[in-house]
Nanobody, 128 residues
Framework: QLQLLESVGGSGQAGGSLRLACAAS????????MCWFCQAPGEGREWVAT??????????YYVDSVKGRFTISRDNAKNAVYLQMNSLKPEDTAMYYC???????????????????WGQGTQVTVSS
């Protein structure tokens, strides 16, 4: 059974950086499409970034609001995916979830219902 576990998110100031990590267990991550979603209080879960399965291409896709600021990457040796968050903004404050699936998600954007496996979420708070 595939399980995903996010690292503790954290707090930062506007303009600063944070890095989120998500470890997959129970399956080799190189075969997984993986992504990050975020959910602000009272809002729906919004897609942030996707990285394709390594056996396909490791191609990355981002929502426009984070392009140039966030980078999704993976380390298959550690069965992990990361989200490097730079130039943080207060509006980045949200719960962040990693998700994974064996099937190719929609591109260039993705919906939560396309992803079967989810982590428990980790809080990111950015102060101005």
């Amino acid at each position: 059974q595939l399980q995903l576990l996010e690292s503790v998110g954290g707090s930062g100031q506007a303009g600063g950086s944070l890095r989120l990590a998500c470890a997959a267990s129970g399956w080799n991550a190189d075969r997984l499409y993986m992504c990050w979603f975020c959910q602000a209080p009272g809002e729906g879960r919004e897609w942030v970034a996707t990285i394709f399965a390594t056996i396909i291409s490791s191609r990355q896709y981002y929502v426009d609001s984070v392009k140039g600021r966030f980078t999704i990457s993976r380390d298959n040796a550690k069965n992990a995916v990361y989200l490097q968050m730079n130039s943080l903004k207060p509006e980045d404050t949200a719960m962040y979830y990693c998700a994974a699936d064996f099937n190719r998600p929609g591109i260039p954007t993705s919906l939560a219902r396309e992803w079967y496996y989810w982590g428990q979420g980790t809080q990111v708070t950015v102060s101005s």
